[in-house]
């Protein structure tokens, strides 16, 4: 029997979708989600920031690395444009 964890939605790290925010999002802080745009997160490593894209395909967990970029390009190379998760 597998236990799956259920993660809580008030766990989430949230960050607002604008430049100034993520520039103020601490080195080394982990991954963080882009409100408002749907599967994009911010990943904080001790030295860097990147833009990943995140996504459920036919059950699987895909993610797909954008690389360090302002937000404004991370939101138009989006490839999942569709309203549904």
Do not use: H
Not at 23 to 39: F, I, K, N, Q, T
Request: with cysteine; proline share 6%; net charge positive.
């Amino acid at each position: 029997m597998t236990v799956a964890a259920v993660r809580n939605p008030a766990d989430t790290k949230t960050v607002a979708a604008n430049q100034k925010a993520i520039d103020a999002l601490p080195y080394g802080s982990g991954m963080w989600r882009v409100e408002g745009v749907l599967g994009l997160y911010v990943r904080c490593r001790a030295r860097s920031k990147s833009f990943l894209l995140q996504r459920r395909v036919e059950g699987d967990l895909v993610r797909e690395t954008l690389g360090e970029l302002p937000i404004k390009r991370a939101r138009e190379r989006r490839p999942w444009n569709c309203g549904a998760p």
